[in-house]
């Protein structure tokens, strides 16, 4: 394109005729001239924000073999007229800083080419603005480049601090301008001695989403800027922004690529903070994506990091903390698995993102979101699987035929999904990414017995055991019981898909509020993001409990054997943890048995009408197990009535029984204790 006007022409010789120290003039011929480089030194603002009312320079460096003729920026507010402003003259001075930062790159300090140092100054704008701007350069032979678009949000200083974590906002400005970027860093080199090898670095994964760009969705951030003080930052970034920013809400949005994975360090300090600080945690979409490939070894794709393994049970992860607290039980079957020689289990992802829905999605808690009472899409949104064995087993029927049936409408948006990560990371596994529709994984959650000292799994025709302290055999037989209870499903779709899962910790002053959004909320529109607004102020208004007795509270069934035997120790032992513990004898359990928590000592035939009620909580098949010496430690739920954990230890006479109390307080220690307290404030 030659848009060349010779009033501009005469003005850019006479400037070129008296070139101050930033500039550097063509001084020969040259042959075979090459388009120029446009080089700015800040697309992206510190928290990818401007403070209202401030404005904005941005800071450009040209570089071209022959002449630069034009050289200036175009910037839109809210997606509104580009408007073009002429870069001016920037000396070094007055930013050197900026200067260095730019020139530094140079490969060499003797060049025969054009540069132009310059700014242009975007003027300030009201809070909830989004702003796009990008450089553009124009040399004597016509040609134009332009860079890649810059970006900041302006938010409201008055709001609550909302600390975002979406590395994919960089990506999607820069899939925008991506062919002249891809000029640029072929030409930065082999013409301009110019170093843009990290953006060279980038272009590996920018040129996957240019083919697939409804992978990277724009995420409209001003939505939420123009009531909060809102701080956009990468993964990477997190730790130093929580020691600055101070958020009152964290978002982690859709980070689903192992490239945006949170390390273990920073997934520590994120949850200590969240206590410390009884701040909100918003989650979405891909963040708990833990897809891998076995090739010899387990290769990455996702985020597995986010939600752990057995570990994930001692030092938490974004997993348990939002309440999805059998992900990381599942993530050690899959290790297991390659063991055993069934990688095709490891494969298989745990959560599975993009899935699209077009679904509505209703409200179920209007307390939590009082914006609207349903959700709907103009086209589709993207849903993640994996989450479903949260619902209610009544539930969780429908939606195994429902979700099943879907697999060969999703099967293509699957298949790209991993056609995209073949060209990111040069693997994929699309055959085991859509056979986990078949709840395979959640099947493995439901399907498993957690036994005395392991926990056995059925995988195909064999048995897969894992090994655990007991701490952890507990918190799992624990959470197998009560997981749904600890959690709110608010929002749900019709083809049980699309999800607001949200838990409050309010049983302890160090508690926290998490929400966690299955579909790409941030993808949205205004709709969309009330919603959102209506998580920042549920999460950011933390209130624990306040009572004067203990939370948990038991009643141990026992004769006076066994009583003697080991039901003293474990009433001691729980109360050192602050259970209030009641025992209760034969005549008195019939008025107590509908209490919340109950642990009855000794088996079916246990005398003094312990057996009775032994049979009435165990199947047939469970008491011969405890007759057996089979099994001696059972937890059931509503016994009789709702709401209500019992739990057995019993074994074939009165001493294994002894046994079967000291292997179950074995595992009994305060995050147990927390996770029954956080059961009986629901």
């Given at each position: 394109?030659?848009?060349?006007h010779?009033?501009?022409?005469?003005?850019m010789?006479?400037?070129?005729?008296?070139?101050?120290?930033?500039?550097?003039e063509?001084v020969?011929?040259?042959k075979?001239p090459?388009?120029p480089?446009?080089i700015?030194?800040?697309?992206?603002?510190?928290?990818l924000t401007?403070?209202?009312?401030?404005?904005?320079t941005?800071y450009?460096y040209?570089i071209d073999?022959?002449?630069?003729v034009k050289?200036?920026?175009?910037?839109?507010?809210?997606?509104?007229?580009?408007?073009?402003?002429?870069a001016?003259?920037?000396?070094?001075?007055?930013?050197?800083?900026?200067?260095?930062?730019?020139?530094?790159?140079f490969?060499?300090?003797?060049?025969?080419?054009?540069?132009?140092?310059?700014k242009?100054?975007?003027?300030?704008?009201?809070p909830?603005?989004?702003?796009?701007?990008?450089?553009?350069?124009?040399?004597?032979?016509g040609n134009?480049?332009?860079?890649?678009v810059?970006?900041?949000?302006?938010?409201?200083?008055?709001?609550k601090?909302?600390?975002?974590?979406?590395?994919?906002?960089?990506?999607?400005?820069?899939?925008?301008?991506?062919?002249d970027?891809?000029?640029?860093?072929?030409?930065?080199?082999e013409?301009?001695?110019?170093?843009m090898?990290d953006y060279?670095?980038?272009?590996?994964?920018?040129?996957?989403?240019?083919k697939?760009?409804?992978f990277?969705?724009?995420?409209s951030?001003?939505?939420?800027?123009?009531?909060y003080n809102?701080?956009?930052i990468?993964?990477?970034e997190l730790?130093?922004?929580?020691?600055?920013?101070?958020?009152?809400v964290?978002i982690?949005?859709n980070?689903?690529?192992?490239e945006?994975?949170?390390?273990?360090?920073?997934?520590d300090?994120l949850?200590?903070?969240?206590?410390?600080n009884?701040?909100g945690l918003?989650?979405t979409?891909?963040?708990?994506?833990d897809?891998?490939v076995?090739k010899?070894?387990?290769?990455?794709?996702?985020?597995?990091?986010?939600?752990?393994g057995?570990?994930?049970?001692?030092?938490?992860?974004?997993?348990?903390?939002?309440?999805l607290?059998?992900?990381p039980?599942?993530?050690?079957v899959?290790?297991k698995?390659?063991e055993?020689?069934?990688?095709?289990?490891?494969?298989?992802?745990s959560?599975?993102p993009?899935?699209?829905?077009?679904?509505?999605?209703?409200i179920k808690?209007?307390e939590?979101?009082?914006?609207t009472?349903?959700?709907?899409f103009?086209?589709?949104?993207?849903t993640a699987?994996g989450?479903?064995y949260?619902l209610p087993?009544?539930?969780?029927?429908?939606?195994?035929d429902?979700?099943?049936?879907?697999k060969?409408?999703v099967?293509?948006?699957i298949?790209?999904?991993?056609e995209l990560?073949?060209?990111?990371f040069g693997?994929s596994?699309y055959?085991k990414?859509?056979?986990?529709?078949?709840?395979?994984l959640?099947?493995k959650?439901?399907?498993?017995k957690?036994?005395?000292d392991?926990i056995s799994?059925?995988?195909?025709?064999?048995?897969?055991?894992?090994?655990?302290?007991?701490?952890?055999?507990?918190?799992i037989?624990?959470?197998?019981?009560i997981?749904?209870?600890?959690?709110d499903i608010?929002?749900?779709?019709?083809?049980?898909?699309?999800?607001?899962?949200?838990?409050?910790?309010n049983?302890?002053?160090d508690?926290?509020?998490?929400?966690?959004v299955?579909?790409?909320?941030e993808?949205?529109?205004?709709?969309?993001f009330?919603?959102l607004?209506?998580l920042?102020?549920w999460?950011s208004?933390?209130?624990p409990?306040?009572?004067?007795?203990?939370?948990?509270?038991?009643?141990?069934?026992?004769?006076?054997?066994?009583?003697?035997?080991?039901?003293?120790?474990?009433?001691?032992?729980?109360?050192?943890?602050g259970v209030?513990?009641i025992?209760a004898k034969?005549q008195?359990?019939?008025?107590?048995k509908?209490s919340r928590?109950?642990i009855i000592?000794?088996?079916?035939?246990?005398y003094?009408?312990?057996g009775?009620?032994?049979?009435?909580?165990l199947?047939?098949?469970?008491?011969?197990?405890?007759i057996?010496?089979?099994?001696?430690?059972?937890?059931?739920?509503?016994?009789?009535?709702?709401?209500?954990i019992?739990?057995?230890?019993a074994g074939?006479?009165?001493?294994?029984?002894?046994e079967?109390?000291?292997k179950?307080?074995s595992?009994?220690?305060?995050e147990?204790?927390?996770?029954?307290?956080?059961f009986f404030?629901k």
């Open positions: 394109m030659r848009r060349i010779i009033s501009l022409f005469l003005l010789i006479m400037i070129l005729t008296t070139l101050p120290p930033t500039h550097a063509v020969a011929l040259v075979n090459r388009p480089v446009i700015v030194g800040n697309l992206y603002p510190k928290f401007v403070s209202p009312n401030i404005s904005y941005v450009l040209g073999d022959v002449g630069i050289m200036g920026i175009y910037y839109r507010v809210n997606r509104g007229n580009w408007k073009w402003l002429y001016s003259e920037a000396t070094v001075n007055e930013n050197e800083t900026m200067y260095n930062i730019i020139t530094s790159r490969l060499t300090q003797k060049f025969n080419f054009t540069t132009f140092y310059g242009a100054t975007i003027p300030p704008q009201p909830g603005s989004l702003v796009e701007f990008k450089a553009v350069i124009e040399d004597k032979e134009i480049v332009e860079s890649p810059g970006i900041y949000f302006v938010p409201n200083p008055g709001g601090k909302i600390l975002i974590v979406d590395p994919s906002l960089k990506l999607w400005v820069m899939v925008q301008n991506l062919k970027l891809d000029l640029m860093v072929n030409l930065s080199f013409r301009y001695h110019y170093n090898s060279k670095d980038v272009l590996s994964l920018l040129r996957p989403f240019g697939h760009p409804d990277l969705s724009f995420h951030w001003q939505y939420l800027a123009d009531e809102i701080a956009v990468t993964s990477n730790s130093s922004a929580l020691e600055e920013f101070k958020p009152d964290i982690l949005s980070l689903w690529m192992k945006w994975e949170i390390s273990r360090k920073d997934i300090k949850l200590r903070y969240l206590r410390i009884n701040a918003i989650v979409h891909g963040t708990l994506y897809g891998t076995f010899n070894k387990l290769i990455k794709l996702g985020s597995s990091k986010h939600i752990g057995f570990e994930a049970y001692k030092n938490g992860s974004i997993a348990t903390a939002l309440g607290e059998l992900l039980f599942i993530e050690e899959k290790l698995a390659v055993l020689g069934k990688s095709y289990l490891s494969e298989i992802p959560i599975l993009f899935i699209p829905s077009s679904a509505k999605i209703g808690n209007r939590i979101i009082k914006s009472s349903l959700l709907e103009t086209n589709e949104t993207r699987f989450w479903q949260l087993p009544k539930s969780l029927k429908f939606a195994k429902r979700i099943r049936s879907l060969l409408d099967k293509d948006d298949k790209e999904f991993a990560q073949e060209e990111l693997n596994n055959l990414s859509i056979s986990a529709l078949d709840f395979t959640i099947d959650i439901i399907d498993s957690i036994l005395d392991k799994i059925p995988v195909g025709f064999k048995t897969l055991n894992l090994t655990a302290s007991q701490e952890i055999i507990e918190r037989r624990l959470l197998k019981a997981n749904p209870d600890i959690v608010v929002a749900l779709s019709t083809d049980y898909m699309g999800a607001i899962i949200t838990r409050d910790q049983h302890r002053g508690g926290f509020r998490s929400a966690y299955s579909f790409e909320i993808a949205g529109g205004r709709k969309e009330k919603v607004k209506d920042i102020e999460s208004e933390f209130r409990i306040k009572t004067f007795a203990p939370i948990v509270q038991t009643v141990i069934l026992a004769n006076d054997i066994d009583w003697e035997i080991k039901g003293k120790e474990l009433k001691k032992s729980l109360e050192s943890f209030m513990v025992r034969l008195e359990f019939e008025k107590l509908s928590f109950i000592l000794g088996g079916p035939k246990a003094d009408g312990v009775k009620y032994v049979q009435q909580a199947s047939l098949e469970e008491q011969e197990k405890i057996k010496g089979e099994q001696g430690i059972f937890i059931k739920r509503n016994v009789w009535t709702e709401k209500q019992v739990i057995i230890l074939k006479d009165r001493n294994q029984t002894g079967k109390v000291s179950y307080l595992g009994v220690n305060e147990y204790i927390d996770l029954l307290a956080e404030v």
